[in-house]
Nanobody, 126 residues
Framework: QGQFVESGGGLVQPGGSLRLSCVASGFPLGYFAIGWFRQAPGKEREGVSCISTSDGSTHYADSVKGRFTISRDNAKRTVYLQMDSLKPEDTAVYYC???????????????????WGQGTQVTVSS
């Protein structure tokens, strides 16, 4: 089955940057779209960004557009999320997941994704 291993989170001041990594453990990365999600305490998991494998297209939630950049390195089985101009409302646990059975992105229904890892905590605070 395999799962992702997320890393790169931490405490950062507003306006700062972090780069998250998500390594696929036990399965290849090149067949399906990959999404980054986040979940703040008391809130539902929400989609942040997605990258397809069919054409390499990238997609972003309106809340992060222009600030976050997703990329993938299939050879390293790793997906990255570069986060710039961070805001306190970006505070959450960040996860990545495989969009099972699809090589393209279409929305952020978390039930379409799987192979979740343990997540990495991002805290934006002064």
């Amino acid at each position: 089955q395999g799962q992702f291993v997320e890393s790169g989170g931490g405490l950062v001041q507003p306006g700062g940057s972090l780069r998250l990594s998500c390594v696929a453990s036990g399965f290849p990365l090149g067949y399906f779209a990959i999404g980054w999600f986040r979940q703040a305490p008391g809130k539902e998991r929400e989609g942040v960004s997605c990258i397809s494998t069919s054409d390499g297209s990238t997609h972003y939630a309106d809340s992060v557009k222009g600030r976050f950049t997703i990329s993938r390195d299939n050879a390293k089985r790793t997906v990255y999320l570069q986060m710039d101009s961070l805001k306190p409302e970006d505070t959450a646990v960040y996860y990545c997941g495989v969009r099972r059975g699809y090589n393209y992105c279409s929305g952020y229904n978390p039930y379409e994704y799987g192979n979740w890892g343990q997540g990495t905590q991002v805290t934006v605070s002064s």
